[in-house]
C-alpha cells in the first residue's frame, strides 16, 4: 500500500476539528482497498453514530456517474460523437455554437443570472435555463456550472423520451453491480445535510434545482455509499473491467485534456491535476455536500472522500482549504509510488 499518512490525518482532522460531522473514506492501490469511518452521521437534532455503508447526497458527482455515463454509452455505441449542436436536442436553444462537448468541458460561456431562480417551479426554471445567453467566455474559459449538465439532462430525456434520473437508473445504474446507487433513497439509511426551513434534509437533494426539476436535473440528485462508489472507481482504473456498461477504450478518453489550449484543464465531466512527478492526467470531482473522488488510472490509485460538511449548515470555507490540502497530500503521497 502506498503511504497516504498525511493525507489521511488530513482526513480525520476534519472530524477532531470539528469541520464535519464525520468522514467516510477509501484508499485504492490496485487490489488493496483500505477503508475507514470516523465521527457522527449527525450532531442535530441529536448526535448519532456514522456507519460504513451510510448513503450519502453525492450532489455535483451525479454529474459524472450519472448523467455522464449515459452520454458515454451512446459515445461507445457511436451513437453520439459530443460534437453534434445543443440546438439539435433542444431547438429553442438560441444559440448554434453550442455543442455537446462545450457542456462536457463546461466551456459554452453560457452563463447568466435567473431572478428569483429558488422560487420557480419545474417549467419556469428549465425555460429560464433554456434561455440563458452565451457570452464572451465561450471557448475561452472553463466556468464550471450545473447549468451544463442540466442541458444534457435535457439531451437525453430527448433522445430517450425520459427524464434523465429514470434514464440514467436504467441505462447505468441498473446495468452495474451496484446495491445502494439510487435517485430515491430511504431516509433512514441517509447521512442528514443541511437544515432548510427548520427541517434537516435526509434522503433529500441539498441543491434546491434538484428539489425543483426532480427526475429531469442531470446536475445533482443521486446517492451513493462508500462500497458502490468503489465499484465504480475501480471500472474508472481499469481494476475491474466489465462494470461499467462502456468499454474501457471510452474510460480511458476521460484521462486526456479535452479543453482548448490556454484554457483551464477540462476532462469530459471530470476535472484534471496533474502527477507532480510525471505530469500526467489524473481525474478528479467534488460535490458540494463535502464528497470528492480522485483516480489516477495509470497507478490504479484513488481516494474516494465522503463528508456531510453542510450539516447542519452550509456555511463552512474551512472544509474547501481542507478539501484542496487534502487533494494536494494525495498527490504528492501518490507521486512516490
Sequence with gaps: MINYNKTQHFIESMVFDRVVPGVNYTFINKKQIFTSTTG?????????????????????????????NVLLKLYDQGKLNFTEPLQQFIPEFKDPQIRLYHLLTHTSGIRGWIPHRDELNHDELLKALINLPVTDEFEHKMRYADTNFILLGLVIKNIYGKPVQEVATQEVLDQMPLVNTTFSPKKEDCVPT???????????????KARQLGSDCGSAGLFSNMRDLVTFSQGYLGLKRDVLPFSQDTVSQLFDDKTPRGVKSRSWGWDLRFDPKQNYPIILHTGFTGTLIILDRLKQTGLILLTNRVHPTGHNTIFLAMREKIIRSFLTENSKA
Design 40 to 68: 457522527f452521521a449527525s450532531i442535530y437534532p441529536e448526535v448519532t453514530q456514522l456507519s460504513p455503508f451510510a448513503e450519502y447526497d453525492l450532489a455535483s458527482l451525479t454529474k459524472v456517474l450519472a448523467t455522464e
Design 194 to 208: 443541511a437544515i432548510v426551513d427548520g427541517t434537516v434534509l435526509q434522503g433529500i437533494p441539498h441543491d434546491p
